[in-house]
Structures are given as structure tokens and as C-alpha cells.
């Protein structure tokens, strides 16, 4: 978008001069040099027109349609703008000022400008023409937006640990555990994390330290682990017997009351749910112990099933 030395149009329009007449004989002079190829010297006279009346809608028409043409879109839009602020606003105004929106990708402004039109006139064909066009941009940008974030959270959350500024021992220890991305350790708990032998509280606070600088903290990706634990379950039981028991409910396991209870608190109520959780998950529950855990371990071993792991 080019810029101009010359006044603003909208300084102009704001003027107070009224010279219907002078304008008028602007306006035709400034039209013979548009259809002579004289662009810019069409574009001075109109100038000229504008600051000789203000209320003039023509000669600032023409004006912003030229200096449409010309590249010039800031100071077209603000003419289009306030021709398109009076009552009733000219048509022509608000299709060329809905085109310009939709260039720059305001499409709720481009959208509001034929709506202007379409509630005059339902049936006009240039009006419904553009909507469609605006409606279809709208959709598409959202798409790619929609498409775009989708990339730009999966690539973050590929990020290898090991590009992280994190000690060597704690490095290691991810890496002990499979941890290998920034998301397997979002699926992770502190609880998790503490249950693995040499982890201790540093590392610990040195993660919690390292994702608090990314507004991220351990654990917030854990209904994405639990959907990656199922979906692996359902893989691994694929065309066995196991595959339709993942959908039953963990009551079929009779279990304590006090297991039950916990279970019910993680919100786990099919084997499909159980199995995508981990030992420390359930650890971490007040009142689950030992006791419980290995009661969940031995039930799932009847039938052939384990609780998710992280480490291989």
C-alpha cells in the first residue's frame, strides 16, 4: 500500500467548503482525465472537488474509487466509510468498501457492509454474489487458522526434553522413564514422577520450574495420556477376547469398597478407563494404598490386562 504527500482525502471531506457548482465542473473535468489514462491528475482534481464541497457524494465516490486503483487503500476506505455512515448509504459505496474489507481479511466488516445491501434489496445479484465469496473466506481462514494452531501445538509438543535447559541427572532420568517429549511429560504427574527410583525432589522442582516459564504444568496433559492408554489397549486386545471386556464396567472386577471408592474419584468406570491409567495415578488418591493397588493388579492379571506404563 503505496502512501501519498499530497492532503488527506478525509481532511478534506471533513472540510467546510460547499461549492456544489465548482465541484460539479471538477468532478467532469476529473472524469474526462480518467478516460484520457491521466489516473493521477484525475485523482488531484477530485481532490480539489472534495475540499470544494464536502457534502458532495460523487466527486468523494469517484475519488476513493480511484484511489483504490491507484493503491491508495487507507485513504479509499476512509472515504468509502463515511459515505457509507449516511442514511441512506449508497449502495456502490458498500460493495466497494465490503470488497477492500474483504482484502484484508476483515470479513465480519466486509459481511456487515452487504448486509447493509441484502436487507434492502434480498435479491441483489452483486451483493449475493459477494456474500458468498466473503462467507466462503471467512470459513477457509478459520479453517486455516483452526489447521494452523493444530500444527503449532503438535510440533510443541514434539519438542525433545533433551532441548530443554534441564540438568544432565534430571535429563537422564526422563529419559529412564521413556519420557522423550514435552508431551509425554505433560501427561505426567509430580505423583508419577516421584515413584521412579533417583528422582527426587530437585529434578522435580527444576520441571515444575522449566514449564511454569511456558504457562504449562506437569499433569495438564493427562486426559491425552489416558486417550493414548486406551486407544493402545484397544490396539494391543484387537480381535481377541479382551477387546469387548474394555467396554465393561470395573464393577465386574468386585473389588473393595475402599478401591471402588477410588476409582470412582479418577472418574474410572470401564476397564478401558482403568487400564489407561497408571500404579501412580492410583497412588495418588487419598486412602488408595498398597493394599488396593495390588488388589487392581492381581483383579486385571485374571484377565489378561495391566495398568499403563510409561518406562519400557
Known amino acids: 500500500m503505496s502512501s501519498s504527500s499530497s492532503p488527506s482525502a478525509l481532511d478534506m471531506v471533513i472540510g467546510s467548503g460547499g461549492d456544489s457548482a465548482q465541484a460539479g465542473r471538477l468532478l467532469d473535468e476529473a472524469r474526462q482525465q480518467a478516460a484520457d489514462g491521466e489516473r493521477m491528475s484525475a485523482i488531484e482534481t477530485l481532490r480539489k472537488a472534495v475540499q ?41 459505496a458498500l460493495l466497494n468498501l465490503a470488497v477492500l474489507y474483504e482484502d484484508r481479511g476483515e470479513y465480519s466488516r466486509a459481511e456487515r457492509c452487504l448486509r447493509q445491501v441484502l436487507d434492502t434489496d434480498p435479491n441483489h445479484p452483486r451483493a449475493r454474489l459477494y ?11 478459520a479453517i486455516d487458522d483452526a489447521e494452523s494452531d ?86 494391543r486386545f484387537r480381535g481377541t477376547s479382551q477387546e469387548a471386556m474394555l467396554n465393561k464396567p470395573v464393577t465386574d472386577l468386585a473389588l473393595s469398597v475402599r478401591a471402588r471408592r477410588a476409582l470412582q474419584l479418577l472418574n474410572i468406570q470401564t476397564l478401558g478407563d482403568l487400564v489407561s491409567h497408571t500404579e501412580a495415578e492410583l497412588m495418588g488418591v487419598k486412602n488408595f494404598g498398597a493394599t488396593s493397588l495390588t488388589e487392581v493388579k492381581e483383579r486385571l492379571t485374571d484377565i489378561g490386562m495391566t495398568l499403563r506404563i510409561i518406562d519400557n
Open 150 to 235: 493444530h500444527l503449532k501445538r503438535r510440533q510443541e509438543m514434539e519438542m525433545q526434553v533433551t532441548d530443554f535447559d534441564l540438568s544432565v541427572r534430571t535429563r537422564t532420568a526422563l529419559k529412564r522413564m521413556n519420557i522423550r517429549t514435552l508431551g509425554d511429560l505433560l501427561r505426567t504427574t509430580e505423583a508419577e514422577l516421584m515413584s521412579y527410583k533417583n528422582f527426587g525432589d530437585s529434578s522435580l522442582e527444576e520441571i515444575k520450574r522449566m514449564l511454569a516459564g511456558k504457562n504449562m504444568a506437569l499433569g495438564q496433559g493427562i486426559d491425552d495420556g489416558h486417550r493414548s492408554g486406551r486407544r493402545t489397549a484397544l490396539d
Open 131 to 141: 456474500m458468498k465469496d466473503v462467507v466462503a473466506s471467512r470459513d477457509e481462514g
Open 52 to 92: 470544494a464541497d464536502a457534502g458532495h457524494d460523487e466527486a468523494a465516490f469517484q475519488l476513493a474509487y480511484h484511489l483504490d486503483l491507484a493503491g491508495e487503500e487507507d485513504e479509499a476506505i476512509s472515504l468509502y466509510e463515511r459515505l457509507c455512515d449516511k442514511t441512506p448509504a449508497p449502495v456502490n
